[in-house]
Nanobody
Framework: QVQLVESGGGLVQAGGSLKLSCSAS????????VGWFRQAPGKEREFVAA?????????????VYADSVLGRFTISRDNPKNTVYLQMNSLKPEDTAVYYC??????????????WGQGTQVTVSS
């Protein structure tokens, strides 16, 4: 069983930056791919980014991004800390949403994932 807790959301002006954290309990977290998703009011939840499990002998892990955040967002993981991060730069008002992290042996980057956090609100003002 894995429990996920997101943090780092808040209010920021357009062009600003935020760094979200997804902290996990459970020793198996490092073996799971992790995804970030977001849901804006009145819209469906959408994929943002994902990171694969790290290699057995390296810290390298594949990453993938939605086109809308490519070049602005960076996903990374710190396995000893059981944490995955989402660095968000050059934020736009359209990035406003509740951001969720998810983990599990998903069949593809978009899921479905087994474990979800409660979400953290990101609001970008124009």
């Amino acid at each position: 069983q894995v429990q996920l807790v997101e943090s780092g959301g808040g209010l920021v002006q357009a062009g600003g930056s935020l760094k979200l954290s997804c902290s996990a309990s459970g020793r198996t977290f490092s073996t799971y791919p992790v995804g970030w998703f977001r849901q804006a009011p009145g819209k469906e939840r959408e994929f943002v980014a994902a990171i694969d499990r790290s290699g057995a002998s390296t810290n390298y892990a594949r990453t993938v991004y939605a086109d809308s955040v490519l070049g602005r967002f960076t996903i990374s993981r710190d396995n000893p800390k059981n944490t995955v991060y989402l660095q968000m730069n050059s934020l736009k008002p359209e990035d406003t949403a509740v951001y969720y992290c998810a983990a599990g042996d998903a069949p593809n980057w978009h899921g479905p994932y087994d474990y979800w956090g409660q979400g953290t609100q990101v609001t970008v003002s124009s």
